[in-house]
């Protein structure tokens, strides 16, 4: 009596061995579990590509020149105590109330704009609301968040709702680390990625 | 270092299991036997190829173990046509008997069934496989083990054994199992009507030679 078992195995290995149709056999099937079988099994799609030829060059639109750009993100820093958090709340003034900032042509002063301002470290009735009056400010441009969110894929979609709805020519964060979620500040490729996302929603 | 197979099977490589496929055929040409002989006479030319020639072929002209392979089958199918010569192998006897009250003994030709050999071959087959690949080469593929035992002086010795209890040689034979038409591993049956066959594994956790 012969086993099922050893039937199975007789056929199986009944096949002439060409050696050189198995080698490729063998390669064909490491290369298909290495890419296309994979791509399958994940269903992403691929990263998407552009052609320079199909992008339009654009010139850059400045709210101050030279420092900032219409559409960019920019980073101000230095110690405490020196003042950002003023100059921030002076530009948001002088935006909102369609002034123009030091050094701008008056033919090249924006109009009044709504402007946002994200502030963690600040109280928002406590501080910001007395230095904006004492700047004169046009306070109905200007806008705060009160709820604490974090520069993730569902903190920046909610982000961009509120920049729809507003559309502020400005948006100051401050400071922008208090924004960043749980994120290694000492890691060069998470400080990265939240700059790439933030960039993009400019 | 030794490749882990079992653990992620993306980690077979094409050449590793063209270099595993050859070690696997090699034992099985010296435990199958294939041979001519004379039908009248009876007289056996033992293999196609001299060791002698099959060493030159390897060493001055490049072949490997595969290419040799073929040369012999080629060798093998011209003396099929040719009157007054048949080629044997030793098949597993059981296997045989169970097949010839079948009328299928034909079958046992291409299946490549070899009987487990026992103590003595082991040794002789090993010891024959080790002038074509080093001790290193056949211990990365599952089935070969090292053993060590003592000589009378007392002097350490190490070897390398086809890793299969000899006491299966009485029933059992050995399949090989094929991927893509290359040999990845030896089923074990214990004799010709066991259901469930096993797979030669090596000792090594690195090397696991899980068939997928």
Redesign the interface.
């Given at each position: 009596?012969?086993?099922?078992?050893?039937w199975k195995?007789?056929e199986?290995?009944?096949?002439?061995?060409?050696?050189v149709?198995?080698?490729k056999?063998?390669?064909e099937?490491?290369l298909n579990?290495?890419s296309s079988q994979e791509y399958e099994r994940t269903n992403l799609k691929p990263l998407r590509a552009v052609r320079f030829s199909d992008i339009e060059a654009k010139k850059v639109d400045w709210l101050w020149l030279p420092f900032l750009a219409l559409g960019t993100f920019n980073l101000m820093e230095d110690e405490e105590g020196l003042g950002k958090t003023f100059l921030a709340l002076a530009l948001l003034c002088a935006v909102a109330a369609g002034k123009g900032l030091p050094g701008v042509a008056e033919s090249e002063h924006i109009e009044a704009s709504n402007v946002l301002i994200i502030s963690a470290e600040d109280s928002v009735s406590y501080v910001l609301k007395p230095r904006l009056e004492s700047m004169n400010a046009n306070c109905e441009r200007i806008i705060a968040i009160e709820e604490p969110f974090t520069l993730d894929d569902e903190g920046i979609f909610r982000l961009k709702m509120v920049l729809a709805e507003y559309e502020p020519k400005l948006v100051i964060i401050d400071p922008l680390f208090s924004y960043t979620g749980r994120v290694n500040l000492d890691r060069d490729s998470d400080i990265r990625s939240i700059h790439g996302r933030t960039q993009k929603t400019c | 270092m030794a490749k882990n197979y079992s653990k992620n099977f993306n980690s077979f490589k094409p050449f590793d299991a063209v270099k595993r496929h050859e070690i696997y055929s090699s034992l099985l040409s010296l435990l199958e036997n294939k041979r001519v002989q004379s039908v009248p006479s009876g007289k056996v030319l033992p293999f196609a190829l001299h060791e002698k020639t099959k060493a030159d072929l390897r060493e001055q002209h490049g072949f490997s173990v595969s290419d040799i392979k073929i040369v012999e089958d080629s060798i093998f199918r011209d003396v099929e046509n040719m009157r007054g010569y048949e080629i044997v192998i030793d098949a597993p006897l059981h296997l045989f008997k169970a097949l010839e009250n079948l009328n299928a003994t034909d079958k046992l030709f291409d299946i490549r069934a070899v009987a487990v050999p026992d103590e003595t071959l082991n040794a002789l087959i090993c010891g024959k496989l080790l002038k074509t690949f080093s001790a290193d080469q056949l211990l990365t593929v599952p089935g070969f083990v090292l053993t060590s035992s003592f000589d009378e002086a007392g002097n350490r010795l190490e070897s390398v054994r086809l890793d299969v209890d000899a006491h299966l040689g009485r029933r059992g034979f050995m399949m090989p199992v094929l991927r893509n038409g290359l040999i990845t591993n030896l089923k074990v049956f214990r004799s010709q009507d066991d259901e469930r066959p096993f797979i030669l594994r090596s000792r090594n956790p690195n090397i696991g030679g899980q068939h997928k």
């Open positions: 009596m012969i086993s099922q078992a050893v195995q007789m199986e290995n009944r096949q002439p061995i060409d050696f149709e198995a080698i056999n063998e390669a099937t490491f579990e290495n | -």
